[in-house]
């Protein structure tokens, strides 16, 4: 099974995204991305066995970091991957260590951390540039996912999903 752990929207959040990526004049073959499949991926695994989901899953409920908010405040065409992102300019703190930690429980190679939701993918020509209030999205958890693919675009099921600490502290 294909799997890696993710952030996942909660309603208000998609619906933000939703608005914003349909204020984009993009060509009629861009394909949109259904906005259940609004995610951004922390770790990608690929192809992982049966046997290794429980440590994964022990993973997942071992970590300990906090909550945090991310400010998505861009958008961005990729062309060498032909998409159109939603992009956080600066990653919190909070995302970092979340993302530091989870990929060196797991073991993988820290590739440069670009937050982001894909909007669209097949866009073959940036779109006009408009202005945009920013989508803040407060994390609360993450997700370990799996990634069906086959359909016209993959479908996403949440396998398990932990919450971050509440680090806010009354006196």
Do not use: C
Request: aromatic share 8%; charged share 20%; no cysteine.
């Amino acid at each position: 099974m294909r799997l890696f752990f993710a952030l996942w929207p909660d309603v208000d959040v998609a619906r933000q995204l939703t608005q914003l990526a349909r204020r984009l004049n993009l060509q009629t073959r861009s394909r949109w991305i259904d906005p259940k499949n609004y995610h951004v991926t922390l770790a990608f695994l690929g192809e992982v066995s049966a046997a290794d989901l429980a440590v994964l899953q022990q993973i997942g409920r071992s970590l300990r970091a906090g909550q945090f908010t991310v400010r998505f405040d861009s958008i961005e065409f990729w062309r060498e991957s032909r998409v159109v992102v939603a992009a956080a300019r600066a990653a919190p703190p909070g995302l970092l260590d979340l993302w530091r930690k989870l990929n060196e429980a797991i073991g993988l190679p820290r590739e440069p951390l670009r937050a982001h939701v894909t909007l669209a993918r097949k866009v073959t020509q940036a779109p006009v540039p408009q202005a945009m209030s920013p989508v803040v999205w407060p994390v609360t958890n993450f997700r370990l996912i799996r990634s069906d693919s086959g359909a016209v675009e993959s479908a996403y099921t949440v396998l398990d999903t932990w919450s971050l600490l509440d680090e806010i502290r009354n006196p």
